[in-house]
DNA sequence: CTCGTTGCAAACAGTTTGCAATCCG
DNA sequence: CGGATTGCAAACTGTTTGCAACGAG
């Protein structure tokens, strides 16, 4: 799943061009894995294998990425857009733990949200996605948070 | 509970000075009740009580104010910062609805996520304050999606 | 009086856009 | 070939900052 020649093929299906660009960009992303990537660091892969590559590409290629579901913007207020490769499978969501100290990003899988989803499907609301932020301390710097313990 | 003079008080208690700008952005914030307005918004309330007031003292405010966690900063994907008054009631949390058509921001009470962060701390992590944002389309919008439904 | 605060304008950073040259199909 | 795409630079937008004047305590 989520292989190049399928992004190639489904980006021809759309009408739009592969460019050499292109496929670099693709073969980063992949490279991405599950990580929270910025334009800018996705940018910066690319660059390595081709220096020519200009920043606004990128961002124009993000673009058509994100209209193909193939990734997801993310937002964890660093000032930048962050972006991770879809989930295939849509009904298995990941949560975020984001520790207020260190800013380290846990993920989590969780099947506890779904009594909540259907009691908003019953009013009505159709749930395309959702996106669960828990903002806390991680173990570690719990641990090392003498005295200083919320605030 | 959050009335202008406690607000007072705990600024005067930070070291901050109180001055008529901060008292004017602060009466306005008040009306603003549960709404998530950004910083643009509340400066257009607060100019209409006087013109002479500067974007970027409310910008400062705001920061103030955020500090003291008398309001918390949200994020709809719509090009600004937005805010809302904080919670008093730290374990009432709400969450938000965001319809992808209409852009419409849905409020909603919920006590299905205790169970999930008995798990989450169960692992050691201290959570502080989590962020629910379920995106789809609201019963409005869903029922004039003629044909063109997801996608 | 003193230091925090203000308003202004300029600086910033991330992102978008206009355009001529280029390239995919 | 023709229209989509590229790289560049300039424009944009929300936000931050430097600074002299001001004013709360």
Redesign the interface.
Same mark, same amino acid.
């Given at each position: 799943m989520n292989n190049q020649t399928q992004i190639v093929d489904a980006l021809r299906k759309r009408g739009n061009k592969v460019t050499p660009q292109r496929l670099i960009t693709i073969e980063v992303l992949l490279t991405m894995g599950q990580q929270h990537f910025s334009v800018e660091e996705l940018f910066h892969g690319v660059k390595q294998r081709n220096p020519e590559v200009g920043m606004s590409t990128i961002y124009r290629t993000v673009q058509i990425l994100e209209e193909m579901r193939l990734i997801t913007?993310r937002?964890f207020?660093d000032g930048f857009a962050r972006y991770e490769l879809c989930e295939m499978d849509e009904k298995h969501w990941h949560h975020h733990?984001i520790c207020?100290k260190c800013g380290r990003v846990?993920e989590?899988q969780?099947e506890?949200?779904e009594?909540?989803?259907k009691?908003?499907e019953k009013?009505?609301?159709?749930?395309?996605?959702?996106?669960?932020?828990?903002?806390? /301390?991680?173990?570690d710097c /719990?641990a090392n948070m003498e005295g200083e313990k919320?605030d």
């Open positions: 913007k937002n207020d733990l207020l846990i989590m969780d506890y949200l009594a909540l989803e009691e908003i009013k009505g609301f159709i749930i395309i996605n959702h996106e669960l932020k828990v903002y806390g /301390y991680c173990s /719990y919320f």
